[in-house]
């Protein structure tokens, strides 16, 4: 399969934050992927990583690529996190969850030393919520009642399915895709949603990335948190 150039630059680029013997955070969706594939080949040509994936479908992947993996119960921290999101504010605040793995990616990067987002610039937005969809995982036994207090936030739910049966996360649990505006104030959306009980994560990740890197055709741009360049 043909690689997309867009996502190649970008892995080639985020290689740059890996150093030898580094525990690397493998995030989840295309622009992961492509990251995986990169450090798999490299880790080919000698380079000593341990991937720690955010996902059951990212591990089968980084271990194709011959990346040794590990789990968080066994690690202090995380060197670097490489990951996708599928919005970025001028703030470098995020969405995620497109791909239902936003519980392990947050988990994952909140244990990481540094955070580095792949985007093509279609992702880049004014303000989030400009797509109109964020992501909120739940457990199955409150999805009833999450949907409910949700509707009340003004978001609007609806059980994310596959083939006509719910979409199970990776956790056990089901994802509500909430119909939404944009955001005037996604701290005090976040802190509101995560107050209702059985809500075990949403697609907001605000405060986390520290460095994004933009795909334009062949060039990549970077964009870097002033209060937290790693």
Do not use: W
Not at 73 to 98: C, Q, R, S
């Amino acid at each position: 399969m043909q690689e997309n150039p867009v996502l190649t630059a970008l892995a080639t680029r985020a290689l740059e934050f890996v150093k030898d013997g580094n525990i690397v955070g493998l995030g989840t969706g295309r622009a992961a992927t492509a990251f995986v594939r990169a450090l798999g080949r490299r880790v080919q040509e000698g380079l000593r990583v341990t991937g720690v994936p955010t996902s059951a479908a990212t591990a089968v992947t980084a271990r194709e690529c011959g990346i040794s993996l590990v789990g968080l119960d066994d690690l202090d921290g995380i060197d670097i996190t490489v990951d996708g999101a599928d919005e970025v504010d001028p703030h470098l605040d995020l969405i995620k969850g497109y791909g239902g793995a936003m519980v392990g990616e947050k988990i994952v990067a909140a244990a990481s030393r540094a955070e580095i987002i792949l985007v093509g610039s279609d992702k880049l937005v004014p303000v989030l919520g400009r797509r109109g969809l964020l992501p909120v995982e739940v457990i199955p036994f409150a999805v009833g009642f999450c949907k409910r207090r949700l509707a009340l936030l003004g978001c609007r739910p609806q059980v994310r399915t596959v083939a006509d049966r719910p979409f199970i996360s990776d956790s056990g649990n089901y994802i509500l895709d909430c119909g939404i505006e944009p955001i005037p104030n996604p701290r005090q959306l976040e802190d509101s949603i995560r107050a209702t009980p059985g809500v075990v994560g949403t697609g907001l990740f605000l405060g986390i990335a520290d460095v994004v890197l933009v795909g334009e055709g062949d060039s990549v741009r970077e964009l870097r948190r002033e209060e937290r360049a790693c």
